[in-house]
């Protein structure tokens, strides 16, 4: 062991922790990380010495720092990328350059994306059923195409009984413990249930296959270890993580409603308020939130946890206002299902707002029981009224669903 600015954490007999804490990102490719985020990354001392995943490339040295803290990073035999989108991966060529590995391990669709992204790096790429010896253990790899990119694979390692888990059953957390046992529950299912409404929700059928497939695979996992995020070391916390999972990936009906609205003159703020009493005179919990205020992927979580999502914006330049098309584009490729909608707005003349967001809710199999309201200037009490009782109806719709 050498002393080094940086420190590794050992987590297993033969594994330590070499990742870095991104602190202060904020903007995430459009993800608002309000609690930053970290790139885990796995140095295993085998008589392989192997190098799992990397971290994004401003944090290369740091990562380097901390393998020195354990070994020599000249000694590095494998890397093992289980990821190769650039927060894992952005650092591989730099590290590749100063160790010069044996050999470096990707999955087929892997090996040909790290070329795309960084030219020829001599990846020899792995299948599922594919094993590799490197001392006292074996990893053994597994293909989770899609999960959440093409080339997305886990890794175990059996000597320690570890999956390397890449994106899955991580969230954007930067923090200094390193455990998810170290942490409040409430706030790992926050995280966890914003991290798969924003990166996963798309893929859910697929999350649903391989939990299902687990436990055919017969995997001894002590530790899962994703890519970002703390690490669950407990028997506990792996069944809560993966129950967590199967809960957000089978998309059930919650008695709980989202108002998102776009607003100019307060106009369509009005009536989203009124629409937000009516649910909440049905008893169903309901969150309200203007997109002025609230970035997408805040939206997109509560979206994944609402059974009634309502959208409402005026009508700017004979099209919805710019905020809310946004924003449906966001929640449209994340597929949510089994969402009761509405869709509501206000204009000044010509008035094709509401009935372009009806449109986009159609066009991503949301049900929408009720015809999409649009009122002219500012809405009579007359107009509020019927907009409140839309949402009760919509409510109880929802109470219905939800038995
Ligand atoms: Fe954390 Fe899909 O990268």
């Known amino acids: 062991m050498k002393e080094t600015v940086f420190g590794a954490v050992r987590i297993s007999e033969h594994v330590w922790w070499v990742g870095a804490a991104d602190w202060n990102v904020r ?15 796995f140095l295993i001392v085998d008589e392989k010495v192997t190098l799992i995943d990397a971290v994004k490339a401003p944090f290369t ?42 050999k470096v391990f990707a999955s087929v669709i892997g090996a040909k994306t790290l070329a795309a992204y960084y030219g020829e790096l001599n990846v020899t790429p792995v299948k599922t059923g594919d094993t590799i010896s490197i001392g006292s ?4 790899f597994v293909d989770t195409k899609m999960l959440h990119w093409p080339d997305s694979m886990v890794t175990y390692y059996d000597a320690d009984k570890l999956l390397f888990s890449q994106d899955a059953f991580g969230m954007h957390l930067a923090g200094s413990m390193m455990w998810a046992d170290e942490y409040d529950k ?14 996963i929700n798309l893929q859910a059928p697929k999350v649903l296959a391989l939990l299902d ?32 999972y199967r809960d957000f990936a089978e998309q059930k009906p919650r008695p709980r409603a989202l108002v998102a609205y776009a607003t100019m003159w307060h106009s369509t703020g009005i009536l989203a308020t009124a629409f937000a009493e009516g649910v909440r005179s049905a008893g169903v ?7 002025a205020e609230n970035d997408r992927s805040s939206i997109m979580t509560h979206v994944a946890y609402s059974g009634l999502i309502a959208f409402g914006a005026p009508t700017m330049n004979n099209q919805m206002f710019p905020a809310m098309a946004d924003t449906l584009c966001y929640v449209k490729g994340l597929k949510p299902q089994n969402k009761l909608g509405f869709a509501f707005g206000s204009c000044g003349w010509s008035g094709e707002g ?18 999409f309201i649009q009122v ?28």
């Open 27 to 41: 903007n995430f490719h459009g993800y608002l990380t309000d609690r930053g985020s970290s790139y885990n990354a």
């Open 213 to 244: 497939s687990l436990p055919g695979l017969g995997l001894d996992i002590q530790m899962v270890l994703p890519d970002h995020g703390p690490m669950w070391r407990t028997q506990e916390d792996i069944a809560w993580i993966l129950s967590l």
């Open 186 to 199: 409430s706030l790992l299912e926050y995280e966890a249930r914003k991290y798969f409404a924003n990166i």
């Open 285 to 291: 919990e309901v969150h309200l939130a203007d997109l």
């Open 137 to 140: 253990g074996n990893l053994a």
């Open 61 to 102: 040295k740091e990562m380097l720092d901390r393998v020195a803290s354990v070994i020599d990073p000249e000694k590095i035999d494998y890397i093992v990328s289980n990821h190769s989108e650039p927060d894992h991966s952005g650092g591989l060529p730099e590290v590749i350059a100063a160790v010069k590995p044996e």
């Open 354 to 371: 509401a009935k372009q967001i009806s449109a986009e809710l159609e066009a991503m199999g949301v049900e929408q029981p009720e015809k």
């Open 376 to 403: 002219k200037y500012m809405p009579t009490a007359d107009e509020l009224t019927a907009i409140r009782d839309c949402g009760k109806r919509l409510a109880e719709q929802l109470l219905e669903k939800c038995k």
